[in-house]
């Protein structure tokens, strides 16, 4: 079983920043891709960047381009997001995933590219 734990949500002003990490555990797994998606109160989930594991092609949703940067670490199969100039409209579930599947990266913002989803971890950010 491939295992997701988010960690690094929590409450923080307007104008801070955030670290989120993402490790990959259990049972050994070939990874396209991993992702970041957020779901906000009464919304759907939608896309917040992504990354290629192999070349580090990364993608972004236009809300938070220039705030956000996706990371990751091969080594230690983690994914990370740096949040910066966090607004109130940033506040959601935030969720990472990962893809197995080669599909392109114009697939990297689309959930069904996505085989296995962490729980998410909360951000608040408060005005």
């Known amino acids: 079983q491939v295992q997701l734990v988010e960690s690094g949500g929590g409450l923080v002003q307007a104008g801070g920043s955030l670290r989120l990490s993402c490790p990959v555990s259990g049972r050994a797994v070939s990874i396209y891709a991993m992702g970041w998606f957020r779901q906000a109160p009464t919304k759907e989930r939608e896309f917040v960047a992504a990354?290629?594991?192999?070349?580090?092609?990364?993608a972004y949703a236009d809300s938070v381009k220039g705030r956000f940067t996706i990371s990751r670490d091969n080594a230690k199969n983690t994914v990370y997001l740096q949040m910066n100039s966090l607004k109130p409209e940033d506040t959601a579930v935030y969720y990472c995933?990962?893809?197995?599947?080669?599909?392109?990266?114009?697939?990297?913002?689309?959930?069904?590219?996505?085989?296995?989803w962490g729980q998410g971890t909360q951000v608040t950010v408060s005005s």
């Open positions: 990354i290629s594991w192999s070349s580090g092609y990364t």
């Open positions: 995933a990962l893809g197995r599947r080669f599909l392109g990266s114009n697939w990297l913002g689309q959930r069904a590219a996505y085989d296995y």
